[in-house]
């Protein structure tokens, strides 16, 4: 099922209903307030999101023990090494899986393997263009990263490039394996998760979903894993926005819709 609501007798209505694998801003600009982020825990929402944040929390771990060697620096963005290209290949396979449950859970099809021409149709509902990340400990003016941001015009992703051309010709490409190109892959599936699941890791310890109170006071927010800080996107047309409450999440049935791709 496939439905929007829009400008209707000159008020504003927008989305009455969530999208699967979708969070948004809600009409009130707000995206935690008031217990309406808890769609995102209903069980019809998602598939098995618990595998996807933990084979994240795995690569982070990781990134962060390459940091003990490499600093998080601007010197650093040309850095390439074996290890390097690992996490670079391991980052964007969980980039595709997690774009492709998107796509498949919005009952998305196209014939083929799905590809990067595939996985830009998630600009259209996630706005992921608009996510910036924040490297804490970053030394220089480039660790706030916007890993999508070229989606904004269509056009490619450096660091997706990067891992197709070192994953087929690593002998010939090995330097584009490099800790820029890490990085962005990482603060990427970083925002992908949150256009997802907010800052929610699923833990069993509960739901424990994170609301920063004024936190820095730099406008960026928590992420899952509680190391990169991020910026939601605040730039969605009204009638995109969700707009229904808590009360109208109903955990005993599938309150859900479907995202048309085009």
Not at 4 to 22: C, D, Q
Not at 189 to 205: E, G, V, Y
Request: glycine content about 8%; hydrophobic content about 35%.
């Amino acid at each position: 099922m496939f439905f929007k609501l829009g400008i209707s007798k000159g008020e504003f209505v927008g989305v009455s209903a969530p999208y699967r694998r979708t969070a948004r801003i809600f009409s009130d600009n707000t995206y935690f307030d008031s217990g309406k982020w808890m769609y995102v825990l209903h069980q019809n929402y998602a598939d098995s999101p618990e595998n996807f944040v933990r084979a994240f929390l795995l690569i982070q771990k990781d990134v962060l023990e390459l940091f003990d060697y490499i600093e998080p620096s601007d010197t650093n963005l040309a850095a390439h090494s074996h290890r390097i290209h690992e996490l670079l290949l391991r980052t964007c396979v969980e980039i595709e899986a997690n774009c492709s449950a998107i796509l498949r859970e919005n009952g998305y099809v196209s014939s083929g393997n799905w590809n990067l021409g595939d996985y830009k149709k998630i600009e259209q509902s996630h706005y992921l263009s608009q996510y910036e990340i924040k490297v804490p400990n970053w030394l220089g003016s480039l660790g706030v990263r916007a890993p999508f941001s070229s989606w904004a015009s269509s056009g490619s992703l450096a660091w997706y490039t990067a891992y197709n051309q070192t994953k087929h010709d690593r002998h010939l490409n090995f330097a584009k394996a490099n800790f820029e190109n890490l990085i962005d892959a990482v603060t990427g599936l970083s925002a992908l998760l949150a256009s997802q699941f907010l800052d929610n890791d699923f833990s069993p310890a509960g739901m424990g979903l994170s609301i920063n109170p004024g936190g820095l006071g730099d406008g960026f927010e928590p992420s899952i894993g509680g190391f990169f800080r991020l910026k939601f996107p605040d730039n969605i047309p009204d009638d995109e926005k969700y707009d229904f409450t808590h009360s109208d999440i109903d955990f005993k049935k599938d309150i859900f819709q479907s995202f048309n791709y085009t």
